[in-house]
C-alpha cells in the first residue's frame, strides 16, 4: 500500500469520528439538560411515583418512609433526576444514534429502520405503564399484606426507606421495559434471516419457560410481580410470531420483484451481444 492509499483510507476514518463526535455531543447535551430539569423537579417526580404505595396501602392519609444516612435522599434524587434524564432524553439519543447510521444504509434500510426506532420508546411506555397502575400496586399490597398489626405485644409496620424504594421500582421499569421489546428484537432477527415463525413456534414451550425464569429474576420475590411480568411477556412472544411472519411473507414478496429487473437484463443481454449479420460476398470480377 503506497502512501497515498494511506492519506486516503485516513480521511473517511478521520470523518467518521467527527460526526460521532457531534453526535455524541448533542445527545451529553440533551441528557444534561434533562438531568438538570429532573433534579430541580425530583420530589415532585418521586411523591409521583410513590402512587402505587399511595394505592397499596389504601388510605388518604401521608405515607411515612425515612433515610438512614445523611446524604441517602440526595444521591436518591440524584439517580432518579439521571434515570429522568435519559428516559426523557431518549428521542434525541435515538435521532443521533439513526442519523449517523443512516449515511451508511440503503434507502430500503433506513425505511425498515425507522418503525423499530418508533415501536422502541412505545413498548417501553406500555411496559413502564403495566408497573406503575399494576405490578407496583399489586407487589406493594403483597409486601404491605405481611406487616403485623393485630399483635398485642410486638408490631411490625412497614417504613421504607428512599433509596430501596427508587430501586425497586426502577428495576421494575426497567425489566419490563426490556422484556417489552421483545416484539422488535425477534423482528429484526427474522429480517437478518437467524429465526423463522416455525422456529419460534417449534421452541415456544421453551421460550415461555424462559420468559418465567427471566421474570423471576427481574421482580421482587413475589409471585403477583413475576406473573403480572411472565403473562404479557408470552404475550408478547404470540405477537412476535406474527410479526415475524409478516416480515417473511413481504420478504417472500420483494424476492421476485428483484428478480424480475435480473431476469429481464440476463434475456436482453444475449440480443445486445448478437453478431451482425455477414455482407454478402461481392461478385467475382
Excluded at 438512614?68 to 428521542?91: D, N
Excluded at 430501596?164 to 425489566?175: K, T, V, W
Aim: hydrophobic share 55%; charged share 15%.
Amino acid at each position: 500500500m503506497t502512501d497515498v492509499d494511506i492519506d486516503a483510507s485516513k480521511a473517511p476514518l478521520i470523518e467518521h469520528l467527527i460526526e460521532l463526535r457531534r453526535r455524541l455531543m448533542w445527545t451529553l447535551l440533551a441528557v444534561f439538560l434533562a438531568f438538570l430539569v429532573c433534579f430541580w423537579f425530583a420530589k415532585p417526580i418521586y411523591n409521583l411515583l410513590l402512587w402505587p404505595y399511595r394505592v397499596a396501602a389504601g388510605t388518604d392519609a401521608p405515607i411515612e418512609m425515612i433515610y438512614t444516612a445523611p446524604q441517602e435522599f440526595f444521591f436518591t434524587q440524584v439517580k432518579l433526576a439521571l434515570f429522568g434524564a435519559v428516559f426523557i432524553a431518549f428521542p434525541v439519543i435515538a435521532s443521533q444514534v439513526y442519523m449517523f447510521v443512516a449515511p451508511g444504509l440503503y434507502r430500503r434500510e433506513r425505511q425498515a429502520f425507522v418503525p423499530f426506532l418508533i415501536a422502541t420508546p412505545i413498548l417501553f411506555l406500555l411496559g413502564a405503564a403495566l408497573v406503575y397502575f399494576v405490578a407496583m400496586p399489586l407487589a406493594m399490597t403483597f409486601f404491605l399484606s405481611m406487616q403485623q398489626t393485630d399483635d398485642t405485644q410486638v408490631q411490625i409496620h412497614l417504613t421504607a426507606r428512599v433509596s430501596e424504594y427508587l430501586s425497586l421500582i426502577m428495576a421494575l421499569i426497567l425489566g419490563f421495559g426490556v422484556c417489552f421489546q421483545l416484539p422488535v428484537v425477534l423482528t429484526l432477527l427474522a429480517r437478518a434471516g437467524m429465526i423463522t415463525a416455525d422456529g419460534l413456534k417449534r421452541y415456544r414451550r421453551h421460550a415461555i419457560f424462559g420468559v418465567f425464569v427471566v421474570a423471576a429474576v427481574l421482580t421482587p420475590p413475589d409471585p403477583i410481580s413475576q406473573i403480572a411480568l411472565a403473562v404479557p411477556t408470552v404475550l408478547l412472544y404470540e405477537l412476535s410470531i406474527y410479526a415475524v411472519k409478516l416480515a417473511e411473507r413481504k420478504h417472500a414478496a420483494a424476492q421476485p420483484a428483484a428478480a424480475k429487473p435480473a431476469a429481464k437484463r440476463t434475456a436482453a443481454k444475449p440480443a445486445a451481444a448478437k453478431p451482425a449479420a455477414a455482407k454478402p460476398a461481392g461478385k467475382p470480377a
